[in-house]
């Protein structure tokens, strides 16, 4: 094609100049391509190893002289001690050179390829470039701040592919190593002037197949950014090495989902730092002790969204938290520290930084779902272990304002009971008001913390509540918790734990209108009901008994010690106990005593009544209305009015048995009277008082057919005729009926009421034992007084009338005390019946004189002749001497004298008084046979010489 002749001339004008123009072009070319690299490769090189101060090398340095473009290929910075710190693939820049006359730094894109970065943590914690931190500061010379620079960086693209950062932490309590990569980031118009933003994103995955992605934008006048970040299939077991220098706990396993808009800004007096839209998520996480096998916390899930958080403030809100199937196992250790506060305990306590501001947080929905939660407490001696179930938690706006209160709720199972919770919490101020329900709790899993008051074992029972519990604890006199509802115990027994026996039980014990308070402490209930309860009290063979025991009132194995006072003054700081009513159905007390042999088991059943006006106060009054049955069979009931706390004060009950089995106390009769009971039936009807510690009790007893059987060979029992003493009291009809008072203060150590009975009942006997006419003589004898003996004239056998009524009162006791036998034993005494026997002696003497001296039968002396036949008597007893002669005879002796010196000459025979005292015993018998009707087989005349005197005395048998 021809070239137009325009052209031509232009070409052959400015030929020169486009040859010279060529010329330049390539050579700017050969240059480029060529030469620059050439030159700039060992300078790069050489500045780059000044100023890292580390070997660097470049593979392959490219220019492009048409677009400026550069291109560094195999990059590599060496470590001081050997290997790689940083290698670079690739990297290409391409600047906007023109723009520079326009003070820009200007690129239309960096593209950056397979950057690799090693970090290393030694063990002091420095960075492997730490030294390039490090900048040598002048002694003295003041830090000044930066100008604004009039340069501009704009870059249109910056892309990084393929990078890789290699991170490895020895300064952590266990080496920490970890790589992220590859790493996808872009940046695009990047521009430093004033409110520019830039557009960024990051990708990138660890070794552990972490994802990380942040996309947003960046602002460096002022430095800001805000933007969306999304952490995913975090393995937080890997982080460990850092956990364990936080805390003692030791995360076994979990993976973890962060994702989250944030906001920066960091400027002269603006600084933000804030997080919105914070959705975090938790699979599988459990975190134990380090050493421990089983983990303390299990969360299969936990989520948390809707969450945002000023980082400066500090301050975090949280739309909700939600954790499902979680299960939590706490354990307290002997000296009660626990396995959560020590989990989240720091190894090392840090130090609160100067002007540090508390964390403030709110929760807005707080919700765990379907846990199992272990409570393990190693402090008692017995160990508890119980684990709830199915505990649902939830809370409404939890926060750490100390002021802040919220809602929250509970429920949760414990074995086959559950437990319900609803109201006000103020966690920080440890105050509440909660409405709390409970159905079927079991008992037994928490009595080892019994141990310390009571040594009992609790084999079953169930707890019911369903009222209102506030609790304070402020720092306040008025602290406490107080409580409003009903209340129940059903199905309890609780064991003796030293010989686990049934120590008490009951069906059901429920408390309506109860209203509770412990500060200060006071109880007040409308109605107790307690149905079918059952006690037990067990005296051991030491003398102990099961309840001091349980109650921890002596040292173990001993029995109580003997106090000052029986019954103790109400103390002074007495509880605030009120029940308007205490209903008691179907009861039952049982009384086992060990100390005797065979064990005596004595039961009081079928206990029925109210309590009326229960109360603590020092003046009240209340009413008893119970009965029961003793022994099952025989009607009980108690009746009257008593000061509960002050027995000692004001205490007036009745107490009616009516036919209750003596044989249940053959143990006792045995041990004490040395029989066992054969039969009998026991009436009392009793009324005790006691005013102002004066005891007084009128007991009216009634044995009805009480019988002793065998004799018991008993160490303890009484010497006194026990069986007599019984037959005396006891009537024709089988009946013994008397009265036994009981007197006694109770600041005395002696006086226990069953003592006192059993001493009352011993000093009958011994009356008895000691004179038994007396009490004959006082039923039947009227105003004949001593029964024991009938009196005689001198030398009779007649019976006089005072005789004759002890005879009467005699014959009445035979007939009225059928089991007595009576044995009589005549008596005659030389010294009252010597003398009426000598009379009748001297009688006969003066009889045989006269009828010699008549030459006639005997008769009895006229006393116109008594003084002739008494000379004549004296004569022959007395001869007179012969006189001398011429002396005339003395004359006789008055006839008194004649009379008492032959008295004394008389003899009593030993034959004539035992048959004075045979006649005599003869004829009270033949009164009690024919007169008094007495039953011949029960009467006995007896000689055994023991009676003395002109008496025939009496035996009883």
Not at 411 to 438: C, R
Not at 717 to 740: E, N, Q, S, W, Y
């Amino acid at each position: 094609m021809p070239i137009p002749a325009s052209l031509s001339a232009f070409f052959r004008r400015w030929r020169r100049l486009i040859l010279v123009l060529a010329g330049v072009y390539a050579l700017w070319i050969l240059v480029g391509f060529f030469l620059i690299p050439a030159l700039a490769k060992p300078r790069i090189e050489r500045a780059a190893t000044q100023a890292l101060k580390r070997p660097t090398t470049v593979a392959r340095l490219r220019f492009n002289p048409f677009t400026f473009g550069v291109t560094v290929e195999g990059l590599r910075v060496a470590e001081r001690g050997g290997g790689d710190w940083i290698t670079l693939r690739r990297a290409y820049v391409n600047p906007y050179v023109w723009r520079l006359l326009r003070h820009t730094v200007g690129f239309a894109i960096i593209e950056v390829d397979g950057l690799t970065v090693r970090t290393v943590l030694d063990p002091e914690g420095r960075l492997n470039f730490q030294d390039l931190l490090e900048e040598e500061e002048k002694p003295g010379a003041p830090a000044q701040e930066a100008s604004p620079s009039a340069w501009i960086l704009d870059v249109r693209r910056f892309q990084l592919q393929d990078g890789r950062v290699e991170f490895l932490d020895r300064s952590a309590s266990a080496p920490f190593h970890s790589e992220l990569g590859p790493i996808a980031f872009r940046l695009d118009n990047l521009r430093t002037e004033v409110g520019h933003r830039s557009g960024v994103s990051l990708e990138a995955w660890t070794e552990t197949k972490e994802h990380v992605a942040w996309k947003g934008d960046l602002g460096f006048q002022p430095f800001a950014s805000k933007g969306t970040l999304l952490l995913e299939n975090l393995s937080l077991p890997k982080y460990r090495p850092y956990e364990q220098e936080q805390v003692s706990s030791e995360i076994r396993s979990g993976t973890g989902m962060v994702r989250t808009q944030y906001r920066f800004e960091w400027s002269k007096g603006h600084h933000v730092a804030e997080l919105s839209g914070l959705d975090l998520s938790v699979k599988d996480l459990k975190i134990a002790e380090r050493g421990v096998a089983e983990p303390v916390i299990e969360l299969p899930s936990l989520e948390v969204k809707e969450g945002k958080a000023d980082l400066l403030a500090p301050s975090v809100e949280l739309g909700s938290i939600t954790a499902e199937q979680g299960v939590l196992r706490v354990q307290a250790t002997k000296d009660g520290a626990l396995n959560l506060v020590r989990l989240l305990t720091p190894p090392k306590p840090k130090e609160k930084k100067k002007d540090e501001k508390p964390l403030q947080l709110l929760i807005r929905d707080l919700a765990l779902k379907g846990f199992r939660v272990g409570w393990e407490d190693l402090g008692p001696a017995r160990p508890v272990k119980v684990e709830a179930t199915d505990v649902n938690l939830g809370w409404k706006n939890l926060s750490l304002d100390p002021k802040a209160s919220s809602q929250a709720s509970l429920e949760l199972k414990l074995g086959a009971g559950s437990l319900k919770a609803e109201g006000t919490l103020s966690p920080f101020k440890t105050a509440g008001d909660l409405q709390l329900k409970a159905e079927g709790v079991e008992l037994a899993p928490w009595d080892p913390y019994l141990d310390t008051a009571l040594d009992l074992r609790i084999a079953s029972g169930k707890l019911g509540a369903d009222g209102r519990v506030r609790f304070a604890f402020e720092g306040r006199k008025t602290d406490g918790v107080t409580y409003r509802g009903a209340a129940s115990v059903q199905a309890l027994e609780a064991r003796d734990a030293a010989l686990n026996e049934p120590f008490v039980r009951w069906k059901s014990l429920r408390l309506t209108g109860a209203d509770i308070h412990t500060a200060p402490m006071s109880v007040a209930v409308q109605t107790v009901d307690w149905t079918e309860p059952e006690g037990r009290l067990v005296m051991q063979p030491d003398g102990s008994t099961n309840v001091a025991r349980a109650l921890r009132l002596a040292p173990e194995g001993k029995p109580p010690a003997v106090t000052a006072a029986v019954v103790p003054a109400t103390p002074a700081a007495a509880p605030d106990l009120g029940i308007e009513k205490l209903a008691i159905t179907g009861g039952r007390l049982s009384f086992i005593d060990r100390s005797v042999q065979p064990n005596a088991a004595l039961v009081l059943s079928d206990l029925e009544g109210s309590y009326l006006g229960l109360s603590g106060r020092p003046d009240a009054v209340s009413k008893v209305d119970f009965k029961g049955r003793a022994g099952g069979l025989a009607p009980i009931t108690i009746t009257g009015h008593a000061m509960p706390l002050r027995h000692d004060l004001d205490t007036d009950v009745a107490l009616r048995i009516q036919g209750a089995d003596l044989t249940d106390f053959t143990p006792y009769t045995g041990k004490y009277l040395g029989y066992t009971v054969q039969k009998g039936k026991l009436v009392v009807d009793a009324r005790l008082r006691i005013d102002h510690r004066n005891l007084k009790s009128e007991n009216a007893v009634k044995l009805d057919q009480f019988y002793l059987g065998d004799k018991v060979p008993s160490p303890d029992a009484t010497g006194l005729p026990v069986k007599l003493g019984l037959a005396i009291l006891r009537d024709r009809k089988g009946v013994i009926a008397f009265d036994l008072p009981i007197e006694g203060n109770l600041d005395d150590p002696d006086v226990k009421y069953g003592k006192l009975v059993w001493k009352a009942i011993f000093n009958l006997l011994g009356k008895i034992a000691a004179s038994p006419f007396t009490l004959i003589g006082k039923l039947f004898g009227g105003d004949a007084g001593d029964l024991s003996s009938v009196a005689f004239a001198p030398g009779s056998s007649a019976l006089d009338a005072a005789a004759t009524a002890k005879l009467q009162g005699l014959a009445k006791a035979l007939q009225e005390r059928p089991e007595l036998r009576l044995e009589a034993e005549g008596a005659a005494d030389e010294g009252q019946d010597g003398g009426a026997l000598r009379k009748v002696s001297l009688e006969a003497l003066l009889r045989r004189a006269r009828a010699q001296g008549l030459k006639a039968e005997e008769a009895p002396v006229p006393p116109a002749e008594r003084e002739r036949w008494l000379k004549a008597a004296y004569d022959t007893a007395f001869p007179a001497p012969k006189p001398p002669k011429g002396e005339k005879p003395a004359p006789p002796p008055p006839p008194a004298e004649m009379e008492q010196r032959l008295l004394g000459v008389q003899k009593v025979d030993p034959a004539e008084l035992a048959q004075l005292a045979d006649a005599r015993a003869k004829a009270v018998l033949a009164w009690l046979l024919d007169t008094g009707k007495a039953d011949p087989a029960r009467i006995f005349q007896v000689r055994t010489g023991q009676a003395k005197g002109a008496v025939v005395a009496f035996t009883l048998k």
